[in-house]
């Protein structure tokens, strides 16, 4: 089955320094993707940063990074030069590629909050 | 505004009631998702559409909740006699059949149930 684990509630951050944001995933399917999305406080989530699991460059996407770590199950996310609106719930989420599955499987989330 | 839209973008019902949303997908996106997201926690998968036909179904939906799709654009979510753990916010979203078609989602529509 498939699992997201974001085991950090929630980050302090210092505006303009940079942020990472840990995330691993369970899966025993050789196909699938992650993805991360920034919900602010309106509630609408925003697609961020993709990662394919037979990509061999991690994805970059301008101030996002996603640190690819494929042995170990992890990807998390780098925020560069973080902002004032950086400040958001930040989900990661993983698609399996068999049998043409879609759904999206979401962690619980972690709250960045950006200091000025 | 070329975006996901849903309606209402909130719902107060009472325990017993049906409730109705609807969704509109990106025009150019056969795709289109269904989640639930309880306070605290990630979105939850509960259906997802291929043009017109249902093709995905999580457990979650129970036999209170159907969606439909009858044209393959708009979408619209049903819940029969909702519970008070419905109260959710409700999120849909689309995609196209592209290369990691990633999932555009709307502003949601947040349930209470009374």
């Known amino acids: 089955a498939q699992k997201i684990t974001q085991t950090q509630p929630g980050m302090f951050v210092q505006e303009k320094e940079a942020v990472t944001l840990d995330c691993t995933y369970d899966?025993?399917?050789?196909?699938?993707?992650l993805f991360w999305y920034k919900q602010p406080s309106s509630g609408e989530m925003i697609f961020l940063i993709y990662q394919g699991s037979y990509d061999e460059q991690n994805a970059t996407e301008g101030r996002y990074s996603l640190n690819f770590q494929k042995a170990r199950k992890s990807a998390n996310l780098v925020i560069s030069a973080s902002q004032l609106g950086d400040s958001a719930m930040y989900f990661c989420a993983m698609r399996e590629d068999h049998q043409g599955a879609q759904k999206l499987v979401f962690g619980q989330g972690t709250r960045l909050t950006i200091n000025p | 505004d070329t975006g996901v839209s849903q309606d209402p973008r909130h719902k107060i019902t009472k325990r017993g009631q049906n409730v109705t949303f609807r969704c509109d997908p990106i025009?150019?996106?056969?795709?289109l998702y269904w989640y639930r997201q309880t306070l605290g926690q990630g979105p939850e998968f509960l259906t997802y559409f291929q043009n017109e036909a249902q093709l995905e179904k999580s457990r979650l939906l129970s036999d209170r909740f159907s969606a439909e799709r009858p044209k393959g654009s708009f979408s619209t979510l049903e819940i029969q006699r909702t519970e008070q753990g419905d109260s959710a916010m409700y999120l849909c979203a689309s995609s196209s059949s592209g290369s990691y078609n990633e999932q555009f989602f709307g502003p949601g529509t947040r349930l209470t149930v009374l």
């Open positions: 899966t025993s399917d050789q196909s699938y993707g």
């Open positions: 025009s150019e996106h056969n795709r």
